[in-house]
């Protein structure tokens, strides 16, 4: 039974980026441990309050990460299986929890049985491991055959996972990915291409090897419930608040990630309300978060929300300093190297990692915010007020996205006497007849009330 990702907070690492490694792998170099540049961020890692992270692709491919051309080694470009072993040690030893990207819908044209196929046509006996060899047609890169892809992407072979053989591939590398990294989790990339039957069997597999393994899919569109259940993955992507999470503030308008909070997780409605959805405000696939909003300042009031609203947050490596970075015709500029000393000294946001470090810690400290059901109070176009309630204690938050100073009268849906804030200076405001009227909440800011009785 998993427990310890519902008290997650996550560090997104890309490491071929963040390691400033080779676009391009050669197969034939010696392995550089690259990835050890982990170590020097660690403590960055923990003041930030994180203790899990999850690492973009590790394993060797042609160039991204996400052509995977074997399961079985971790990337010449980041080091060997020793390096990345002792790195998983090194950061379970600081309390930090691992997962990594479980890339199993499709792999690059080096990998090894796709090669067979390539250089064997129909002889070869991987034919069947590769969703919808055709031999009648040649593909657009003049192979004898033509192929499934992942989007288009003819260097992104689908891989055919009805195949029994395939799956006993996978689920081996899995069991040896746990027996030698001992690793805590994957994130399935695309997992809304991934075969629901399969889903099941990964997991239970998974399961019967380590009873706390955490299965999260990224899936960008439908019902979550598809993909997260007992029975399947136990979390998936929020793309719809993330979306939410950035609209709001540069349209002004808090009735957006309300109306979607509210969907997801509201007592009567709520249909995600017994999941523990991953949400983030950017990623390896999507623009800085720094670099969608209209206005810098909105980081601190959308970052409140983050790790106040029902989920599991994730912070992207860099956005915690509010870097830019926009999605061009490569990723290179969300992925990019960094130095920890220039970055957290030169960034234009240096004190974002700050609140974020103080976010965590609240957090941290309530069982509310971890586990508390959701309650909306009041929703204006540059406010918004929400609870979350456990039994024994109820958190208000209340964000203003204004430049201006914003006071709100809300209605407190527990008996109390004051609210403490516990993040400004535990100043207390009065409760009467379940009534509080805030007189100022700042610019751009937020408050966290604590309910006392």
Same mark, same amino acid.
């Not at 170590?39 to 990460?65: C, D, M, R, V």
């Not at 000393?341 to 470090?357: E, F, G, Q, R, W």
């Given at each position: 039974?998993?427990?310890?990702s519902?008290?997650?907070?996550?560090?997104?690492?890309?490491?071929?980026?963040? $390691?400033?490694?080779?676009?391009?792998? @050669? *197969?034939?170099? +010696? %392995?550089?441990?690259?990835?050890?540049?982990? #170590?020097?961020?660690?403590t960055?890692?923990?003041?930030?309050?994180?203790?899990?992270?999850?690492?973009?692709?590790?394993?060797?491919?042609?160039?991204?990460?996400?052509?995977?051309?074997?399961?079985?080694?971790?990337?010449?470009?980041?080091?060997?299986?020793?390096?990345?072993?002792?790195?998983?040690?090194?950061?379970?030893?600081?309390?930090?929890r691992?997962?990594?990207?479980?890339?199993f819908n499709?792999?690059?044209?080096?990998?090894?049985?796709?090669?067979?196929?390539?250089?064997?046509?129909?002889?070869?006996?991987? $034919?069947?491991?590769?969703?919808?060899? @055709? *031999?009648?047609? +040649? %593909?657009?890169?003049?192979?004898?055959?033509? #192929?499934d892809?992942?989007?288009?992407?003819?260097?992104?072979?689908?891989?055919?996972?009805?195949?029994?053989?395939?799956?006993?591939?996978?689920f081996?590398?899995?069991?040896?990915?746990?027996?030698?990294f001992?690793?805590?989790?994957?994130?399935l990339?695309?997992?809304?291409?991934?075969?629901?039957?399969?889903?099941?069997?990964?997991?239970?597999?998974?399961?019967?090897?380590?009873?706390?393994?955490?299965?999260?899919?990224?899936?960008?569109?439908?019902?979550?419930?598809?993909?997260a259940?007992?029975?399947?993955?136990?979390?998936?992507?929020?793309?719809?608040?993330?979306?939410?999470?950035? %609209?709001?503030?540069?349209?002004?308008?808090?009735?957006?990630?309300?109306?979607?909070?509210?969907?997801?997780?509201?007592?009567?409605?709520?249909l995600?309300?017994?999941?523990?959805?991953?949400?983030?405000?950017?990623?390896?696939?999507?623009?800085?978060?720094a670099?969608?909003?209209?206005?810098?300042?909105?980081?601190y009031?959308?970052?409140?929300?983050?790790?106040?609203?029902?989920?599991?947050?994730?912070?992207y490596?860099?956005?915690?300093?509010?870097?830019?970075?926009?999605?061009?015709?490569?990723?290179?500029?969300?992925?990019?190297?960094?130095?920890?000393?220039?970055?957290?000294?030169?960034s234009?946001?240096?004190?974002?990692?700050?609140?974020?470090?103080?976010?965590?810690?609240?957090?941290?400290?309530?069982?509310?915010?971890?586990?508390?059901?959701?309650?909306?109070i009041?929703?204006?176009?540059?406010?918004?007020?929400?609870?979350?309630?456990?039994?024994?204690?109820?958190?208000?938050?209340?964000?203003?996205?204004?430049?201006?100073?914003?006071?709100?009268?809300?209605?407190?849906?527990?008996?109390?006497?004051?609210?403490?804030?516990?993040?400004?200076?535990?100043?207390?405001?009065?409760?009467?007849?379940r009534?509080?009227?805030i007189?100022?909440?700042?610019?751009?800011?937020?408050?966290i009330?604590?309910?006392?009785?």
């Amino acid at each position: 039974m998993n427990t310890w990702s519902k008290e997650a907070i996550f560090y997104h690492i890309y490491p071929l980026g963040f $390691c400033d490694a080779p676009k391009h792998n @050669d *197969f034939v170099s +010696k %392995s550089v441990p690259r990835i050890e540049k982990v #170590y020097q961020w660690i403590t960055h890692i923990k003041y930030l309050g994180a203790n899990s992270i999850y690492f973009g692709p590790i394993f060797e491919s042609t160039s991204h990460g996400y052509d995977t051309s074997d399961y079985s080694l971790v990337d010449r470009r980041l080091g060997d299986n020793g390096t990345f072993s002792k790195l998983v040690n090194a950061l379970h030893d600081n309390g930090i929890r691992v997962i990594i990207d479980g890339v199993f819908n499709h792999v690059g044209r080096d990998f090894w049985a796709f090669k067979d196929v390539l250089v064997n046509g129909q002889k070869s006996r991987y $034919c069947n491991w590769f969703s919808n060899l @055709d *031999f009648n047609q +040649k %593909s657009p890169l003049n192979d004898s055959f033509n #192929y499934d892809t992942w989007n288009g992407y003819y260097n992104l072979v689908k891989l055919n996972l009805h195949t029994p053989e395939v799956k006993e591939y996978i689920f081996q590398a899995v069991t040896a990915w746990i027996k030698e990294f001992d690793i805590d989790g994957l994130r399935l990339d695309c997992a809304d291409c991934l075969d629901l039957n399969f889903l099941a069997e990964l997991s239970c597999f998974c399961k019967g090897i380590k009873s706390d393994f955490w299965l999260l899919g990224e899936v960008l569109h439908g019902d979550y419930n598809r993909w997260a259940n007992v029975n399947r993955l136990d979390s998936v992507t929020n793309y719809e608040c993330y979306k939410g999470l950035f %609209s709001s503030h540069n349209e002004k308008n808090y009735f957006e990630i309300a109306y979607s909070l509210n969907r997801q997780f509201g007592e009567d409605l709520g249909l995600y309300k017994n999941l523990y959805l991953y949400n983030f405000a950017d990623n390896h696939d999507v623009n800085r978060i720094a670099s969608t909003l209209k206005k810098s300042a909105h980081l601190y009031p959308l970052s409140a929300l983050l790790f106040t609203m029902p989920g599991i947050p994730s912070i992207y490596y860099g956005s915690e300093w509010g870097i830019e970075g926009r999605k061009n015709e490569t990723d290179d500029d969300l992925r990019p190297e960094l130095n920890l000393a220039m970055v957290s000294s030169n960034s234009p946001n240096k004190d974002l990692a700050k609140a974020i470090s103080k976010f965590a810690q609240i957090r941290k400290d309530s069982s509310a915010l971890r586990y508390g059901k959701y309650f909306q109070i009041k929703v204006m176009h540059e406010q918004f007020a929400f609870a979350r309630m456990t039994q024994d204690e109820c958190i208000i938050v209340i964000v203003n996205s204004s430049d201006k100073p914003a006071c709100m009268n809300i209605g407190i849906p527990v008996e109390g006497v004051r609210v403490v804030d516990i993040l400004n200076n535990s100043e207390t405001f009065k409760i009467q007849k379940r009534k509080c009227y805030i007189p100022k909440i700042h610019p751009c800011w937020v408050r966290i009330l604590k309910v006392e009785k």
